[in-house]
């Protein structure tokens, strides 16, 4: 048990297709991370909540559109994607106060695996 | 711009034998924070050690341990008496302390080790 739930494991879609992936964490955090994960690339951050609040977008296209109802769920919608976001989606949790004095490392769930068709 | 560098794209290392993977970064900050982190073939990824910048002593976990060179910009991981869990995908990361976008994470594009019995 990771403590942070992604689904699905497997998407396959077209690149009309509307998708989303689902992240929830259990352990009462307050930040939320989404990567990217592509073959033979460093991950790349793609968007970060902290209680609730978007606090950075790391020039991510608009067909990516993340959105965190609460603290314990973030949701990543997919629409019209290129072949190119074909890739592993990470999605990670850390308890972050928002000084800059606090830190703690970010628990990591599984991953989506998508591909886009 | 942070950047973090894992010159070896794949190691391998014979059971119970000792391996180190290297990493330098790239940073005009004082106070930062390094990680590695493990990424086995389920795709968690999971935190192994933490360094902060401001601690002159190295870290250790176990069997699991760093040499942290400040001045040198180097993070190498040394791990003693390989057990074929270790096998796996290992990144390393930075991420700044102070200031504005504290919640990102900078990896490196990772090191595959393979543990042969």
């Known amino acids: 048990e990771t403590g942070v739930t992604q689904t699905p494991r497997h998407l396959v879609m077209g690149m009309t297709n509307k998708k989303s992936l689902k992240c929830e964490q259990h352990?009462?955090?307050?930040?939320m991370y989404w990567y990217k994960q592509s073959a033979k690339k460093p991950l790349e951050l793609m968007f970060v909540y902290n209680f609730k609040e978007q606090t950075e977008n790391n020039s991510v296209p608009s067909r990516f559109s993340p959105e965190c109802p609460n603290s314990s769920h973030l949701f990543l919608h997919l629409h019209t994607l290129q072949p190119e976001d074909s890739a592993l989606y990470l999605c990670?949790?850390?308890?972050?106060?928002?000084?800059?004095?606090?830190?703690?490392?970010?628990?990591f769930g599984d991953g989506t695996r998508l591909s886009i068709l | 711009a942070q950047t973090v560098t894992q010159s070896q794209p794949e190691m391998s290392v014979q059971e119970a034998e000792t391996v180190t993977l290297s990493c330098t970064y790239d940073?005009?900050?004082?106070?930062?924070?390094l990680f590695w982190y493990k990424q086995p073939p389920s795709r968690q990824m999971i935190l192994v050690i933490r360094?902060?910048?401001?601690?002159?002593q190295n870290a250790t976990e176990n069997r699991f341990s760093v040499n942290f060179q400040k001045a040198a910009k180097s993070f190498s991981l040394k791990i003693s008496d390989s057990q074929l869990g270790d096998a796996a995908m290992y990144f390393c990361a930075y991420r700044r302390r102070s200031g504005g976008s504290n919640y990102k994470l900078t990896f490196g594009k990772g090191t595959l080790l393979t543990v042969n019995p």
């Open positions: 940073t005009s900050e004082s106070d930062y924070y």
């Open positions: 360094q902060e910048a401001y601690k002159q």
């Open positions: 990670a949790s850390s308890q972050d106060s928002g000084t800059p004095t606090f830190n703690q490392p970010q628990h």
């Open positions: 352990l009462g955090h307050n930040a």
